[in-house]
């Protein structure tokens, strides 16, 4: 695991330093956003890990990602954005649900409007 974070980490300090190096370049004006997870376990077990990310961030828990099952706690750094997000068992299995109909329903495509 560590070679895999310090891996993203030197990847995203060489993107940075391409983009800087080529302004000929064009980049996008929307913000970027790395999300990281913790790994699938209880709710209880997950949202302690969101704690734990939140007191090492300094940060809070967004509450406006609560009504969605998504326990979930961030930092930005100008256009840039850190989070860290439990989705929790109420969340999965509406995700669940929904994707169960994927394939089922085909457009009819023989008749013109």
């Known amino acids: 695991m560590h070679n895999d974070r310090d891996a993203l980490i030197a990847g995203l300090i060489s ?7 080529h302004p000929q370049i064009p980049t996008s004006i929307a913000p970027v956003t790395l999300r990281a997870f913790p790994d699938n376990g209880s709710d209880d077990d997950m949202r302690a ?8 961030l300094g940060t809070e828990i967004d509450h406006h990602h609560l009504p ?11 256009p840039v954005r850190y989070e860290f997000i439990a989705i929790l068992a109420a969340a999965r299995a509406r995700h669940a649900a929904d994707d169960s109909y994927r394939g089922c329903i085909q457009i009819d ?3 013109e409007a």
């Open 15 to 21: 993107m940075a330093g391409f983009l800087k190096a």
């Open 49 to 56: 890990e969101v704690d734990k990310v939140a007191a090492l």
């Open 68 to 78: 969605h099952d998504h326990y979930m706690t961030g930092i930005g750094f100008g």
């Open 109 to 111: 495509t023989t008749q």
